[in-house]
């Protein structure tokens, strides 16, 4: 495998059943506390990626080198991996179909992916008019 990955391992994914994913998450969290960051994405994805190293920690990088003040950033998600992207934008909007503790921390809920719920925030905070129902 050595061999195979010639390049820095950037994120790893798990794929399994949701129940065993559940039994699992917060044993390896502990287990690797520090070392890797560990959550779900999906209830069938369990990703583990550098310790720190998370959507939102991304963002705050690439808003430096644009220039951008957080205030100005508006983020969207819909899963646990989006949380830390969500908290940190200066507008955090979970989509419609996001877990509902995603939701919460959210400054802003809008529709789900499929029912155009990015269009629909486009269209209310950067262009400034209601989205169409």
């Given at each position: 495998?050595k ?7 950037v ?6 059943n949701?129940?065993?994913l559940q ?17 779900r994405?999906?209830?069938f994805?369990l990703?583990f990626t ?7 920690t991304?963002?705050?990088q690439?808003?430096?080198k644009?220039?951008i003040?957080r ?16 908290e940190?934008?200066?507008l ?18 809008t ?7 990015v ?5 209310k905070f950067?262009?400034?008019k209601?989205?169409l129902?």
């Amino acid at each position: 495998m050595k061999e195979a990955v010639q390049q820095p391992v950037v994120k790893v994914l798990m794929v399994e059943n949701p129940e065993h994913l559940q039994m699992v998450e917060s044993k390896l969290q502990k287990q690797l506390e520090g070392q890797l960051s560990v959550m779900r994405s999906k209830p069938f994805f369990l990703e583990f990626t550098e310790a720190g190293v998370t959507k939102g920690t991304s963002l705050n990088q690439l808003i430096q080198k644009l220039g951008i003040k957080r205030e100005e950033v508006i983020a969207m998600g819909d899963s646990y991996n989006d949380q830390a992207m969500i908290e940190f934008a200066g507008l955090g909007v979970a989509m419609g179909n996001a877990p509902d503790d995603i939701k919460e921390i959210a400054n802003y809920v809008t529709d789900t992916n499929m029912n155009d719920g990015v269009a629909k925030v486009v269209e209310k905070f950067v262009l400034k008019k209601e989205a169409l129902v």
